[in-house]
């Protein structure tokens, strides 16, 4: 069975910086679209990161474009999230997803998702 697990998240100060690692086990997801969402408390989930399935495409909303980068490795069957010049509002958890296309996650569509790793930014 398919497990996506989250993991890199901690407390850290506001304009530091972060890198979330989500392994994929059970199968190998290359070809597969693959991201991340995060979600605040009272807030609503918010995809925040995607790669296509070459990594050859990438996505973000505009909400965190330039300090976001998203990377795969798919020999690790691994998806990363840099994070730079964090922000209190980007405390949330973090979860990671794999969908068939990049298309899909943004439509927040996704065949699996994964457990998530909290991020917590102090002021």
């Known amino acids: 069975q398919a497990q996506l697990v989250a993991s890199g998240g901690g407390l850290v100060q506001a304009g530091g910086s972060l890198r979330l690692s989500c392994a994929a086990s059970?199968?190998?997801?290359?070809?597969?679209?693959m991201g991340w969402f995060r979600q605040a408390p009272g807030k609503e989930r918010e995809f925040v990161a995607g790669i296509s399935g070459s990594g050859s495409s990438t996505y973000f909303p505009d909400s965190v474009k330039g300090r976001f980068t998203i990377s795969r490795d798919n020999i690790r069957n691994t998806v990363y999230l840099q994070i730079n010049s964090l922000k209190p509002e980007d405390t949330a958890v973090y979860s990671c997803?794999?969908?068939?296309?990049?298309?899909?996650?943004?439509?927040?569509?996704?065949?699996?998702w994964g457990q998530g790793t909290q991020v917590t930014v102090s002021s």
């Open positions: 997803a794999v969908a068939q296309r990049l298309e899909q996650l943004q439509r927040r569509m996704y065949e699996y």
């Open positions: 059970g199968r190998t997801f290359s070809g597969y679209a």
